[in-house]
Every structure is written in C-alpha cells, then in structure tokens.
C-alpha cells in the first residue's frame, strides 16, 4: 500500500512539474503573483517596525535593508553602487555592485529668527501687522535664509483648469508677488474633475506660479485659527476632536546639493486670522467668496494696492545620508532599459502617532518587488534589462527618483520607459471599485491598445480610465522621468480619506485591486520587455 501511494503521488508531483514546464514564460510570471507573496510583504513595510519609513530615518534604513534582501532571495543582481570592501572581502573584482544608491541630501529647518509683517498703506500713513510663528503663520525653510518685502494679491483657490475653462489668475498680475489662496478647491470642481486631474495640478502649482513671475504662496484654510505645516496641509483639516493626531514634528525641506540655491517659491501657511488681516479693507469677504465659488458663481475680486508682506528667515541645515534600493535584471540587450519603480519612504511617525503608508507607498514597493519575482519566475531571459528600484525621499519632492535620473550607469537614451507605481491598494469610489486610471505618454498610443489586449488575454477584471498626455500629470516620481524626455506608464485607482494621515494601514487595503493592477503590469512590462515597439 505504501509503494503504491507513493507511486500515485510521485506520478502526481511528474505531472504537475511537466505541465508547469509547458507553461509559457508569462504564464509562470502571472502564476507567481499570489495574494500570500503580496501581503507578507506589505504586511511588514507597513508595520510599526518601520515607524512611517521617513526619509534618513532608522525606519527607511530598515525598510532598505529588507527590500534590498527580497530582491536577492528573488534572484536579481545587485545595481546600485560599487562596493570596493565588499569585492575586497569576498575576493571580487572592483566593479561588486550593492544594492543600495546612496546619496546625501540636505535638510533645512527652520532657524531662531521667522518674522511675518503685514504692511497696509493708508495715505500717509502705513500700518505694520506682527504675527507669531508657528501660531498665525509658518513658512516653509529654504536654504539660505532670506529677508524680502512684496506686494500681496488674492487669487481665490489659485486653480487653473483648461477642460472646465476655469482660470484664478485671469486678468490677474502675479510677478513679484505673494500670492494669497485658499488652500482646497471648489465644491463644483472638486465635483467636476477626477482625482488624478485634481492632484495634476496640485503638483505642478508651484511651477506654474514660478513661471508667471510670482515669489511666494500664501495659503489659509478658511477654519484653520492656527497655522499648520506648509508642506503638510492636510494636517489643517484635523483636529483632536475628530480623532485625528496634528502633526507637531519640526518640520524641514530636503534638497539634493547643487551648484545653485533651488529656485523655489516661498511657501507659507497663515491662520485665517492673518488672512482676514492681509484682506482688511479690500473688500474681498471669505466666507462669500467661498459659497459663491463652490457654486461657480461670479465673484469681483478688487485690486489689492496698498498690501504688502515682510518676511524674514534663519535656518538650520545638516546633512543627511539616504539611500534608493537598484536591482537589475540583465537582459539580452543592455542598451534597452525599461525602468520598474516605486518610492519607499513616508512620512514618519510623531506624538505616539506613526504614518504607516500601507496604500502610499507600501503597495506600489510591493507591487515592483512582487514584479521582480514574476519576472524572475519565468525562467527567461527579458530581451531589455530591467531595472528594480525603489526610491527614497519622494515625499520630499520626488528626490530619489530625480537623483537617479541624474546619475546613471548606463546613457540616457538607452532608458527606453518608467513604469511607476504608487498608491495601488486602493479603489477610487465605492460606486466604481473597479475603475483605474492609467497615465501614459501619448505619443505611444500602442500602450492602450496592449493593455486592452492582455486585459482580456490574461482575464483580469478593471475597468481602465485611459488618460493619454504628452507631459504625464502627478506628484509622483514618474515626473522625474518625464522631465529628461522618459516615456512613462502609470497605474492608480486614486486617493482616499486616509491619504497622508495615520489611518492608512492595512486594514483598508482592498487585496483584490492591488493583485489585479500588479497583473496587468506584468503581462504589459513582459510583452514591452520582450518585443520593438
């Protein structure tokens, strides 16, 4: 009986073996995808050992450390930097890569000296305001410190919309100006766009102003009677009452060494206290603009002559050591590169609170990680390497991916396409929980048409908003790719309410969407990776 049962499962385990080595390459990828793999591994990214993953942190470090070791138990070669001690010790040559890009970045907080002045002119007469830091306005720290007096307009929500024909800045001179704004959008925008439109050009703001002449931004909420952090303004919108923490960690700006100061905006966050009082006078009434433009009703918005802002800075900068996490995956030819990436990082933890970031971006890390080991599990060699990474300090301004783009191993145009993923846990509405935006070059419609195709082939159930553009829009690090000329490819189903708070853990992780998004991926980045297009 004994020989008999372990003929039967012999035979079995044969069968099994030799039907999985017909499979075709994707096939065996696809099989590799599974809901265990995906939150075993986001179960520890997102886990308080990791306390928020906040860039030059103990937790990042820890994070690098084990995305670093997954990639090798995967199998994919190391593809960061040369490692002289580590060839040294193991009797290598000189050219041993790690895993690891590492870099320094400079961290800015704010000094002992933050004046805020209101200036209003009257006749003959001017009438200064002083306000209180970190109580009716902060600003955020630029290296170097500065002092500076300019007019002030107020341009409502600061928004800029082409498709609803909907334009703050109309008629309105910004250059060499603050810019006064309220820091949201109207109802019947917000009701009107999606949210990748919305987050577009939340984004690309800064930029926008800096093009039109403007020096700074202004922003309030109009219940805000405290100041918040200017690079953490959805901290405005709680309060203990409702059950969420506010954060209090001293707050800073990160930049990458240069042989130029940054050519940023100044950026300031006022209580609505401080902005009643920039307004004073003006006419311009908060609470009727805002119920006025929630509807997208007319609203005269005065000429502001006689208001001006003084602001005065001191910071403090130190230098901090981080690191992006490069696998590679060689393929037949190394000078056709297509580029797997997520960032890693989040935002820390603070006053017995930390910000996990399971859907940002503990899942888009998983998602490239679970890749590499489906691409791995195919058992091929891709035509195109495949380049793994994993970047830090993308909530600093898209820095890790931007200091790889800057410092390559191989030429520029050997890159031939970035595949970003970031916030894939997470279904955009509970009346579309299938619905997923995918962001692509439009010079290359082809991206739609295969994405269809496998859709279909492969049976996996989305529903795909496609949204081609010839510049790519989001926050994310995809624009660091788009910037030197990059085709990009992006899956994401969109933002909730937890986004940038604490209650991103992954007890809301919809397991079914993020399988489904890590899927399709596979089956375009295979066919993309083994194909001319």
Avoid: C
Wanted: hydrophobic share 35%.
């Amino acid at each position: 009986m004994k020989k008999i049962l372990f003929s039967i499962l012999t035979l079995s385990f044969i069968t099994i073996s030799l039907n999985y080595g017909q499979l075709a390459p994707v096939e065996k990828g696809l099989q590799a995808i599974t809901p265990d793999a995906i939150k075993a591994q986001l179960g520890f990214l997102a886990s308080d050992w990791t306390e928020g993953r906040m860039a030059g942190e103990k937790g990042e470090s820890l994070s690098a450390d084990y995305i670093a070791s997954i990639l090798q138990l995967y199998g994919v070669k190391p593809g960061g930097d040369q490692s002289q001690v580590r060839a040294l010790a193991n009797n290598l040559s000189g050219n041993e890569r790690s895993y690891f890009q590492n870099f320094i970045l400079l961290k800015t907080m704010p000094g002992d000296e933050q004046i805020l002045k209101v200036k209003s002119a009257d006749g003959k007469m001017t009438k200064t305001t002083n306000f209180t830091y970190n109580v009716d306005f902060t600003i955020r720290p630029s290296d170097p410190g500065i002092e500076i007096e300019a007019p002030v307009v107020f341009a409502g929500y600061g928004f800029i919309n082409n498709k609803l024909k909907y334009n703050d800045f109309n008629k309105l001179d910004v250059k060499g100006k603050f810019i006064l704004r309220i820091s949201d959008i109207p109802k019947f925008i917000r009701e009107s766009l999606n949210p990748t439109e919305i987050e577009s050009y939340s984004s690309e703001m800064e930029s926008t102003l800096n093009s039109m002449g403007a020096i700074g931004i202004i922003e309030f909420n109009p219940v805000a009677t405290v100041a918040g952090n200017p690079d953490r303004s959805e901290f405005l919108n709680m309060s203990p009452s409702e059950g969420n923490p506010r954060s209090g960690k001293p707050y800073a700006t990160y930049s990458i060494p240069g042989k130029k100061n940054p050519d940023n905006l100044i950026r300031i966050v006022v209580s609505v206290k401080t902005a009643n009082e920039i307004l004073k006078g003006t006419g311009i009434d908060i609470d009727d603009y805002v119920k006025k433009a929630n509807a997208n009703e007319p609203f005269l918005i005065p000429a502001m002559t006689d208001k001006s802002i003084y602001i005065r800075t001191s910071v403090k900068t130190t230098q901090v050591a981080v690191k992006n996490v490069i696998g590679i995956i060689e393929g037949n030819n190394p000078e056709q590169v297509i580029v797997l990436g997520a960032h890693y990082d989040h935002m820390g933890m603070n006053n017995g609170y930390i910000w996990n970031g399971t859907d940002d971006n503990g899942s888009g890390t998983v998602g490239v990680m679970t890749l590499a080991k489906a691409i791995m599990e195919t058992g091929k060699k891709p035509e195109k390497t495949i380049i793994i990474a994993l970047w830090t300090a993308e909530e600093e301004g898209l820095l890790g991916s931007r200091y790889y783009v800057q410092n390559l191993i191989y030429p520029l145009k050997n890159l031939r396409l970035n595949v970003n993923f970031d916030m894939i846990s997470r279904y955009i509405s509970d009346n579309e929980p299938k619905k997923v935006t995918m962001t692509y070059t439009s010079s290359y419609p082809g991206f739609k048409d295969m994405t269809t195709a496998n859709l279909k082939k492969y049976g996996i159930d989305l529903l795909i908003d496609y949204q081609p553009s010839a510049d790519p829009p989001g926050g994310s690090d995809h624009k660091s790719f788009v910037a030197v000329g990059v085709p990009i490819m992006r899956f994401k189903p969109g933002h909730r309410e937890e986004y940038h708070k604490p209650g991103d853990e992954l007890n809301t992780v919809d397991w079914d969407i993020m399988e489904k998004i890590i899927r399709i991926s596979f089956a375009n980045v295979w066919e993309l990776a083994n194909t001319n297009w």
